[in-house]
């Protein structure tokens, strides 16, 4: 069963706080994750990965960490801004099949001024 | 470079009426791909491409046929529109086979069938 879950449809975060945006999967065999931000009336946006070996990856004001004993992912970003606010999808692939991407249904996040 | 051009931007069709959404990138990509996404819910894959002449099924391609003549273009054709396929389409590109190389998205076609 080869699922990506994001449990929470939407999140509202202060601006300047962190917003965490967390994601789990089924399938063990997952182990490359993809974060990709979607903003109204676009395609969705590469935004940041992380490869099974590493459970922390780093990119400005975004971080990835990944627990693989609980199967389960988060997104971080410090300080949130105005621009971060949009839909996230969370993804995963799996080693055996590097070139399929399964897609979580995506959370919703909302920059409070 | 535009990148990935998707065309029409939104388009409202009849049950049982047949359209094509057309797909355009200019980085000379090999892999092309089109997902659907349905409200509340994450991307489904339809069909992909490895190169020109070369398609072949993803997870929901029922209702849906592709080709892929030049590298550069991969329309998807529906050929009876069914309400269930009302959606919006988003058509992809990357160098390589593998999800570790960037995927580039188009801005999506919306589409209605009433």
């Known amino acids: 069963d080869q699922q990506v879950k994001q449990n929470s449809p939407s999140l509202s975060v202060q601006e300047g706080r962190i917003s965490i945006l967390n994601c789990d999967y089924t399938?063990?065999?997952?182990?490359?994750f993809l974060w990709y931000k979607k903003y109204p009336a676009e395609g969705p946006t590469f935004l940041i990965s992380i490869s099974s070996i590493k459970d922390k990856n780093e990119d400005g004001r975004f971080t990835v960490f990944l627990n693989k004993s609980a199967k389960h992912l988060s997104l971080h970003i410090v300080p949130s801004q105005p621009g971060d606010s949009a839909v996230y999808f969370c993804a995963a692939s799996a080693m055996n099949r590097d070139d399929k991407i399964i897609f979580g249904k995506g959370t919703r996040l909302h920059i409070l001024p | 470079n535009a990148g990935v051009t998707q065309t029409p931007k939104f388009r409202i069709l009849k049950i049982g009426q047949s359209m094509t959404l057309q797909c355009t990138q200019d980085m000379n990509h090999n892999y092309m791909y089109w997902y659907r996404q349905d409200p509340g819910m994450g991307l489904k894959l339809i069909y992909y491409s490895v190169g020109a002449g070369i398609t072949d099924k993803g997870e929901v391609p029922n209702g849906y046929n592709v080709s892929r003549s030049t590298t550069e273009d991969f329309p998807l054709r529906l050929e009876l529109a069914a309400p269930s396929q009302t959606s919006v389409y988003f058509c992809?590109?990357?160098?390589?086979?593998?999800?570790?190389?960037?995927?580039?998205f188009g801005p999506g076609t919306r589409l209605l069938v009433l």
């Open positions: 399938y063990s065999m997952f182990d490359y």
């Open positions: 992809a590109s990357r160098t390589g086979t593998s999800v570790r190389q960037t995927q580039y």
